[in-house]
């Protein structure tokens, strides 16, 4: 679960008084948990704004109101305050908060997206290239949509079975196929 500092709760604390609302909170969330995308946010709770399921941790002199869906996400996140000679600086480092939450009975389409995010389209990126997961055919086909440098390219073949396929094939015993449904003719930003 989250960890607000002691230097964090004292600002979060100021901030909430200047608010002049009695019951201000703030509510910790992530936004496109478990993706590239996944931003870690905190905002004002006014009463009333928090959610029924929220989890609701007391600090002193405030509460944080904790959205449950982010919470697997937000595994050793922490929240920290740093002076500084402009005043200072609010941080939140969520290192899990990117990364699906997975295991062998997590649903096939997480265990096929983490492998994606995390070990193929890194390699992609330095094409400018990525790949995204369209669908799953018949639970054991992975159908696929390359992005970036990868669409037209002229080694995509290559790339989708010496590369991607192998990785999906070999660390997912269930798929038995990946396929390729990307519009490769056009070549625009194709990396060869």
Do not use: W
């Not at 709770?45 to 928090?50: H, W």
């Not at 200072?88 to 997975?102: E, M, V």
Request: charged share 25%.
């Amino acid at each position: 679960m989250v960890t607000i500092t002691e230097s964090a709760q004292d600002y979060l604390k100021q901030l909430l008084d200047k608010q002049n609302c009695e019951g201000i909170a703030v509510r910790i969330f992530i936004l496109d948990a478990g993706t590239p995308k996944a931003e870690t946010c905190i905002s004002f709770c006014r009463p009333g704004e928090e959610k029924d399921d929220d989890e609701v941790k007391q600090y002193d002199g405030f509460k944080a109101f904790i959205d449950v869906p982010s919470i697997p996400f937000l595994e050793e996140a922490v929240v920290d305050f740093a002076k500084d000679s402009m005043g200072g600086q609010l941080t939140i480092k969520a290192p899990n908060s990117r990364l699906p939450k997975i295991n062998e009975d997590s649903p096939l389409e997480d265990r096929i997206n983490y492998i994606l995010y995390n070990e193929i389209n890194p390699g992609l990126a330095a094409h400018g290239g990525m790949v995204t997961l369209e669908e799953i055919h018949e639970d054991t086909v992975a159908v696929l949509r390359f992005g970036g440098g990868c669409q037209g390219c002229g080694m995509v073949d290559v790339t989708l079975k010496e590369g991607v396929e192998k990785t999906l094939l070999g660390q997912i015993p269930q798929l038995t196929e990946v396929r390729d449904v990307t519009d490769h003719s056009n070549r625009e930003n194709a990396y060869y």
